[in-house]
């Protein structure tokens, strides 16, 4: 889905800001991803709230972690990740074709 939107940071000519912008509340997309934040790893409360949007992907990396895509407001774009703790406790949401 991300990759039909312009793609991921490092996958894309303007660093995944067409991608966010298009996948976000309101965009053209009709995903409307919020920026809900995660959970800390040290003091288990939710934290960048309104600043980074965190979603979860079925594809696990190790039994304790799996891939996770970024919205990060600060930069206006969207991140993949390999490594994300599953004990961040970030957005899942289904997709359906």
């Known amino acids: 889905m991300a990759k039909h939107y ?3 940071r490092e996958d894309s ?9 298009a996948l976000l509340v309101g965009g053209s997309s009709g995903f409307n991803a ?4 995660g959970r ?4 288990q409360k939710y934290a960048r709230l309104e600043a980074h949007g965190f979603y979860w992907t079925a594809s696990e990396s190790k039994p304790t972690s799996a ?3 970024n919205f990060g407001q600060g930069g206006l774009s969207l991140n993949r990740h390999s490594d994300g703790n599953k004990g961040m406790a970030v957005s899942v949401r289904c997709v359906r074709d």
Do not use: C, H, I, K
């Open 13 to 21: 000519d303007d660093s995944g800001t067409a991608a966010y912008t």
């Open 67 to 69: 891939w996770f895509y």
């Open 34 to 37: 919020l920026l809900g934040g």
């Open 40 to 43: 800390g790893a040290d003091d």
């Open 6 to 8: 312009g793609g991921v």
